[in-house]
């Protein structure tokens, strides 16, 4: 496999999914077709939207899956809005621990460890729900998780002698939210406790474009590595409109519909810059 382009998309939760899924459908409106990649890297919800996107199905079907009642997967809602504990404790372990990442991943996903959440096999029927197929795809795609005793992030590929419904369901636990998940004897924990969009796993690639539903400290600093190294790059965010549609809480599934819809129409209006990168 070749090292021209690459797909690379982070954590948002469902309005995430949603709001990506919603981007590529616009863009292949517009005539992009983002299933020629070379690679694809996912966090998270994007290692949901790369799994899916992957998988054989059209981006119509795709997102159809996000919009029509009767083919969206079952979900489990959390009550309230958890991401603002998450994103409470996170903050003060960095504050804690001066920034030491590595410290961080390790505070965290301890945390997780000792949190009551629902079932892991319950959570893991969510994420089995999600994928059309359940086998990895031809095309290359990394799935970041992170190991929730250690701290050690983990990049799971087709080799990795993972399933691709263990290997999703790992990235995406989000932590004191969703149990760590666990695969051969190790519990892991949300990819995104590495980095929300994980950019730089991208290195090495001649054009690379990133989808990122949520903010990402580490972006920039990640898409200047890899402008460094001679990689062209795109990077889509929410929109305005994109923003309104995620609301407060991107776990609530009632922000998918508008969410997708929101992407597709952001989709389409960037596709011409798009465009010039990808084609």
């Not at 939207?49 to 969206?72: D, K, N, Y």
Request: glycine letters at 10%; zero cysteines; charged letters at 20%.
């Amino acid at each position: 496999m070749g090292n021209e382009r690459a797909v690379v998309i982070g954590g948002g939760g469902v309005a995430g999914i949603a709001w990506a899924t919603g981007v590529i459908a616009g863009l292949a409106d517009a005539g992009i077709d983002l299933t020629g990649a070379d690679s694809y890297i996912g966090t998270s919800a994007g290692a949901n939207v790369i799994a899916q996107l992957t998988s054989g199905l059209t981006t119509a079907e795709l997102f159809a899956r996000q919009v029509e009642p009767e083919l969206q997967s079952s979900e489990i809602v959390p009550d309230g809005n958890p991401l603002d504990g998450v994103w409470e404790t996170v903050t003060r372990i960095m504050e804690d621990s001066a920034g030491d990442m590595a410290v961080v991943r390790r505070r965290v996903g301890n945390l997780a460890l000792t949190t009551e959440t629902v079932p892991e096999s319950a959570r893991r029927a969510v994420i089995e729900s999600r994928l059309p197929v359940h086998e990895w795809p031809r095309q290359r795609l990394l799935i970041t998780a992170v190991d929730a005793r250690t701290g050690e992030p983990r990049i799971f590929d087709r080799d990795s002698g993972v399933t691709l419904v263990d290997a999703v369901t790992a990235s995406s636990a989000v932590p004191l939210v969703w149990p760590p998940h666990t695969v051969d004897g190790v519990r892991y924990t949300d990819g995104g406790i590495r980095t929300s969009v994980n950019a730089d796993l991208a290195a090495g690639h001649a054009r690379v474009l990133i989808i990122a539903p949520l903010a990402d400290p580490a972006l920039e600093i990640d898409i200047a590595g890899l402008t460094e190294r001679g990689a062209r790059v795109e990077l889509i965010v929410p929109d305005e409109a994109a923003v309104a549609a995620f609301g407060a809480n991107p776990l609530d599934t009632a922000t998918r519909v508008p969410a997708a819809h929101a992407g597709r129409a952001q989709g389409k209006s960037v596709a011409a810059q798009v465009a010039r990168l990808w084609d």
